[in-house]
């Protein structure tokens, strides 16, 4: 027995008494179990252990035989299979259980100390003995033997496993009584009494004076101070929510069966339920005397026949002279049915619906009598093209408006009076015109084919008709060059037939866009991907430069910045800016459309606008972003051209729906401000010819006034 608690103590050292994996039997019901298992319950088994702690007290005389019995099962519970040192650990218990010194003073059997046993996971022993040798480990049993093992055992119950020592251990009675008392959280000797009656060590029989002859003091007659601070503290808390209480639990009430109860599941902390929507209440047509216009004729009833299921009407009315003679619904098996399968398995989400007012979901634009001038009426009709007007250019100074056609002529327009100055064969179709910004050159660039003229339009004084005249006149030994990135394949020519210059490109060439200084214009040629689509071409020097940037795609149009040197390349896809000094690509602007036709770039130089043949229009803020600030949807088909006014905040653009649509743009200085778009008026005059409408579309530079060229031979004037 003094082995056994000598094994006990040592593991409480080791802050592992009783595995908890290994110690079922601390648990009342185990321990009944085992009980009823040897023929005595519980009870009987408790009174039996405190006899037994009675009887075995020294004055019931018989601790000898308790004694003998205990040294007799620790003599069976104490033999260790572990190879070599298992009769030299018999041995040592042996000698422990014979001497009559206190347990603290007997050595445990393995000798490691302090050592953690993960450190011996991977060797064969568990530690070494008091004389040095190993400790080597017990083979281990396979789980189904064990298993079968502790079934048959009867005590298996009082067995734990010592870790430390490898070895199982039966625990006495005594030993359980002591584990089952600890479990109680009563004190562990059964003889300990925690209810002892007081001694009074004082003698009051011959006591003639207190204790203490001192006054009471004050404090015990009036409100402790501390007890108030502590009874705020928790007032406060309590209100700020620091101490929350428990609510009661409400009692459940009467359930209604045919009532919604879709309130008192929201309430349960568990997932909402969500009701199934109810059945539609029958109306006049359920009527057993339903109104006359409510009935079907014949005619309508065989006309149910020939439409779909899903489509034929569920219930026809019937009129009836009496409720007797109502007969039994036919269809109330399959509707019941029908909407028992809807409770089932028709899914059922809940949304949540805001109740807003439509109207303060648009955005609170200014009047557009605020907004004045721009456009409104038709005020002029130029007359005289025989085909389609392809493309339109206005003078710097507003005065001539130069006009080009499908019917191979440029015209000359003036503008207030609509009279045809000059007019010029070319011989094919004219895509573009663009004409010199600069007010004292009066130069006109026409697009034609795989040529560009470059035409003197005879106006101005001498002195500037003199300086015209030098800027072109070339000489023939330079007509074409190929020297350094100069392209061949552009030769610059006189023109004698129309007074004026001839550049021959490899390519068709579709846009013409001149510089704000007049001395540089660049053309494009989308026609191949392949070869340099957009050169640029400088009229003093009569000289063609290729760009030195590679396009990633089919250029479309071409335009100069307002008032830095920077380049803008459109491509079907995006915009790519470059910085013509520093010949290096600044940004890309991703505009998302299926296919760009045109562009045009605010004055201010930070804004442009795209637009695209499935009639959206993108604003791009490149202080921004990449991405388009705003995308317009005005126009169901191609949008043909976009354009800014030079100094009036509107932009315009023209699509072949013969409609032009004016728009508001303002841009503010302060950049946390966003632009201002309002749209203001859809100009309508044109007739459509050949599925196209207007082609092309330009501001007045000083006046609040558009130009449209239509398909249909007109160019119209639009003023305010």
């Known amino acids: 027995m003094k082995e056994k608690k000598k094994t006990m103590t040592k593991n409480d050292d080791e802050e592992v008494p009783f595995p908890p994996e290994n110690l079922p039997s601390p648990s009342v019901s185990d321990y009944e179990d085992s009980s009823a298992h040897d023929g005595e319950s519980s009870d009987s088994l408790d009174s039996q252990s405190e006899s037994e702690f009675e009887d075995g007290s020294p004055d019931n005389g018989s601790s000898g035989d308790l004694e003998s019995a205990e040294n007799e099962s620790s003599q069976d519970e104490d033999i260790v299979n572990d190879g070599d040192g298992g009769n030299e650990s018999s041995d040592i218990h042996q000698d422990g259980a014979e001497s009559d010194s206190s347990e603290d003073e007997v050595a445990p059997r393995n000798t490691i100390g ?23 480990k017990k083979e281990k049993q396979d789980k189904l033997d064990s298993f079968l093992a502790n079934v048959d055992d009867s005590k298996n119950w009082r067995k734990i496993y010592d870790e430390y020592n490898d070895e199982e251990i039966q625990l006495t009675k005594d030993e359980v009584k002591l584990v089952r008392r600890l479990l109680k959280n009563r004190a562990p000797h059964s003889d300990f009494d925690p209810y002892q009656d007081s001694v009074d060590w004082f003698k009051w029989e011959d006591a003639k004076h207190p204790l203490s002859n001192a006054p009471e003091p004050k404090r015990r007659f009036i409100p402790s101070k501390w007890e108030a601070r502590k009874v705020v503290q928790y007032v406060r808390a309590i209100r700020k929510g620091l101490i929350t209480f428990d609510k009661p639990k409400e009692e459940d009430g009467p359930y209604h069966l045919w009532g919604d109860d879709s ?52 219930f026809i009315p019937k009129r009836f002279t009496s409720m007797r003679s109502i007969p039994a619904y036919e269809n109330a098996m399959k509707d019941c049915f029908e909407r028992c399968l809807d409770l089932y398995l028709c899914p059922r989400v809940r949304k949540k619906r805001l109740n807003i007012d439509p109207e303060s979901l648009k955005p609170k634009l200014p009047s557009r009598k605020e907004l004045k001038p721009y456009p409104i009426t038709c005020y002029i009709e130029y007359k005289g093209h025989e085909d389609a007007v392809t493309s339109i250019s206005v003078e710097a100074s507003g005065q001539w408006m130069a006009s080009g056609s499908s019917d191979g002529t440029v015209r000359v327009w003036e503008v207030e009076t609509g009279r045809c100055l000059r007019q010029w064969e070319v011989g094919e179709a004219v895509n573009c015109v663009a004409w010199n910004p600069l007010p004292d050159i009066h130069i006109l660039a ?29 000489d023939s030994s330079t007509a074409s060059d190929d020297s350094g990135n100069k392209a061949p394949t552009v030769s610059w020519l006189k023109d004698d037939k129309h007074m004026g210059l001839r550049l021959r490109h490899f390519k068709t060439v579709t846009a013409v866009e001149w510089h704000r200084k007049g001395d540089y214009f660049s053309t494009v040629m989308p026609a191949d991907i392949l070869f340099e689509s957009v050169l640029i071409h400088q009229l003093s020097k009569k000289l063609t430069q290729k760009l030195p940037f590679k396009l990633h795609g089919l250029a479309v149009r ?90 009036y905040p509107l932009f315009a653009s023209c699509s072949d729906n013969c409609t032009a649509y004016v728009f508001h743009g303002m841009v503010y200085s302060d950049l946390n401000q966003n632009p201002l778009i309002v749209p203001l008026e859809f100009l309508r005059g044109h007739t459509s010819s050949n599925g196209r409408g207007i082609l092309d579309c330009k501001f ?21």
């Open 446 to 474: 026409v697009s034609v084919g795989q040529d560009v003229l470059l035409l003197n339009t005879c106006l101005g004084d001498e002195e500037e008709q003199k300086r015209i005249k030098e800027l072109l006149w070339v």
């Open 114 to 136: 302090d050592v953690p046993l993960k450190w011996y996971e991977d060797e064969p022993h568990i530690g070494y003995d008091i004389k040095g040798k190993k400790i080597k």
């Open 700 to 720: 007045h530079p000083r006046q609040p006034w558009l130009f449209t060229a239509g398909a249909d031979k007109l160019i119209k004037l639009y003023c305010h």
């Open 558 to 647: 071409s335009t100069f910045h307002p008032s830095r040197s920077i380049f803008f390349v459109c491509t079907k896809k995006s915009v790519r800016v470059y910085d013509l000094l520093k010949t290096k690509l600044i940004k890309k602007l991703d505009t998302g459309l299926r296919e760009a036709s045109s562009i045009a770039v605010h004055p201010g130089g930070d804004n442009l606008i795209v637009g695209s043949k499935e009639g959206k229009m993108c604003w791009f803020d490149m202080e921004l972003s990449s991405k388009p600030y705003k995308i317009i949807k005005c126009s169901p088909v191609d949008i043909n051209n976009v354009i800014f006014h030079r100094s």
């Open 263 to 314: 309130g008192s599941t929201e309430k349960a902390n568990h997932l909402s339920y969500i009701p199934a929507p109810k059945q539609k209440l029958p109306g006049h047509d359920e009527s057993y005397n339903p109104p006359l216009e409510y009935i079907p004729t014949q005619e309508e009833i065989n006309s149910y026949q020939l439409m779909f299921e899903e489509d034929r009407p569920k």
